[in-house]
């Protein structure tokens, strides 16, 4: 069973097989989908990623180990109360045109930038620490506001409301790229369209695009050093039978995510195969649901499910999930959920509890009993979905209906409000447990329940191992809530030759750099 379409309809293939030895100064690989935009701003989904994250870079970003290093900045320091953070940029900067020279001022206007209503950026919530930030996303504050200034033309400053010892991670991200105001001014509405409407700073920038495929191609005008491997070849393959381990074993690409599956064949065939256990999957519940909205019956449902029984018919990519973080996230370099632990005490499978939560919830509600529920999953899901039925009518004394969907419709009624309950996918797009815990933020305010400010208090920790404290009970706090209730965790897989070397590659979106391909 091939549980997670989103990876593997996601990103298809990475790096380089023959090049990184010298035998072949190209690389090859592919992505899923054509971009619908080179803003980094608005960068989501991993083919965007895969190509915007390598022809842009940030203040900071990750060295080949996949430690925090210097980008644009070349030295920083934090202040004392962790509020305060003071980037020194490298000299003589200039944009891929080479005549734009790069400055603090496009810091400054990306970030002000990312906050505006009219951008749309999908992650500018993730930003939440910046001194302003909130003030602007809730109140309507002007993005002037904003803790990012430009003391000069080499320095950039950013003021954080709280501390947070994991705000670096962000910037690392392609959300936090800079933009230069002036270029993006004179693109008139129409910039990262094309590439006659953009203007890269990463060590690549994309040389030529077509329908088919893009290249991308060393960046001259970028200051790191040691050689760059030429005409990265990156196709877009949507067919829908679309099979990497085929592209992979045929030499059309140098590596690719895949799947359990194929492991064996892989193997058996010398690529290198490094997995990460980075998707949760869950049963989102919908709270303007009639039954649904009711705190008991969420958990009736959670305490109703008897987990132990899927395990038998989960691969051996998934594992029961009793909490929501992946065990991929890491803080201070050691796995969140070794430190956290994998269980929670009082949340374990109780189908008589179950049934005292349903019949509170029930009688809230001014109802007898439920009446046949739906559940939206993904086709592949339902050996394993199947026993989580059976526990549930068993426990509930209700009929539970399993509607198989793709992923595109799962989405879309989640989106438009139309479904009960699904099982749906969340994987993290940076290494920090507010990556997957910031997704709830905004859930369970009409019940009273806050969690965008647990989790601020979570980023507001002296040490990683405050840190680590503060998010286990915010998960705590969401398994009280049970906004949704998690059910397994995923590995994914990615795949290339055993002669690869430097390849930096993240679990988080399916992430990966060629920078440090030699």
């Not at 010298?22 to 592919?30: I, K, R, S, V, W």
Request: proline share 5%.
């Amino acid at each position: 069973m091939k549980l997670k379409p989103l990876l593997a309809t996601a990103l298809a293939a990475l790096l380089c097989l023959s090049a990184c030895s010298g035998a072949d100064p190209t690389l090859g690989f592919d992505i899923r989908a054509v971009l619908g935009t080179y803003d980094p701003q608005l960068a989501c989904g991993e083919s965007a990623l895969l190509i915007i994250e390598n022809c842009f870079e940030g203040l900071l970003k990750k060295d080949e180990n996949g430690e925090i290093a210097g980008g644009v900045a070349e030295t920083w320091e934090v202040s004392e109360d962790g509020l305060r953070y003071t980037f020194a940029l490298r000299d003589n900067l200039f944009w891929s045109d080479g005549q734009t020279p790069l400055t603090a001022d496009d810091f400054v206007f990306a970030f002000r930038r990312l906050f505006e209503k009219e951008t749309g950026a999908p992650l500018r919530a993730d930003f939440i620490a910046l001194s302003g930030a909130r003030e602007i996303l809730y109140e309507d504050a002007d993005v002037s506001r904003l803790g990012v200034f430009a003391p000069d033309a080499g320095t950039v400053v950013i003021e954080l409301a709280y501390p947070d010892a994991l705000f670096p991670e962000l910037l690392t991200t392609a959300a936090a790229s800079p933009c230069s105001e002036a270029f993006f001014e004179s693109t008139r509405g129409r910039y990262g369209q094309n590439l006659d409407y953009i203007l890269f700073n990463g060590p690549y920038y994309v040389r030529r695009e077509s329908a088919s495929h893009y290249v991308l191609s060393p960046n001259p005008n970028h200051p790191g050093g040691g050689p760059f491997y030429q005409d990265i070849y990156v196709y877009v393959r949507d067919e829908a039978d679309y099979d990497p381990l085929a592209r992979l074993t045929e030499e059309k690409i140098d590596g690719a995510a895949v799947g359990y599956a194929d492991l064996s064949e892989l193997s058996d065939g010398g690529f290198h195969v490094d997995g990460s256990e980075d998707t949760l999957w869950m049963l989102l519940f919908n709270q303007e649901d009639e039954y649904f909205a009711s705190k008991n019956i969420r958990r009736a449902f959670a305490y109703a499910a008897d987990k132990g029984a899927m395990q038998a018919a989960l691969p051996g990519n998934l594992r029961v999930a009793d909490a929501y973080v992946p065990g991929a996230v890491t803080v201070g370099g050691a796995s969140y959920r070794e430190q956290a632990g994998d269980r929670f005490v009082g949340f374990d499978y109780d189908g008589a509890l179950a049934k005292e939560l349903l019949k509170d919830g029930l009688a809230e509600l001014g109802r007898e009993k439920l009446p046949t529920l739906t559940i939206l999953c993904p086709g592949e899901s339902l050996g394993a979905m199947g026993h989580l039925q059976g526990s549930l009518q068993e426990n509930l004394a209700t009929f539970v209906n399993l509607a198989p969907a793709t992923p595109e419709q799962i989405a879309s009624a989640v989106a438009s409000g139309d479904y009960q309950a699904a099982l749906v996918a969340l994987t993290p797009q940076y290494n920090n447990p507010a990556a997957v815990l910031s997704a709830f933020a905004g859930q369970g305010e009409a019940a009273g329940w806050d969690f965008g400010a647990v989790l601020r208090d979570a980023a507001n920790s002296k040490d990683f191992a405050e840190s680590v404290e503060n998010y286990s009970l915010a998960e705590e706090m969401l398994l009280q809530e049970m906004p949704a209730l998690p059910l397994f965790y995923e590995t994914s897989y990615f795949a290339a030759s055993e002669e690869v070397a430097g390849l930096f590659y993240s679990p988080f979106g399916g992430h990966l750099r060629f920078e440090y391909c030699r």
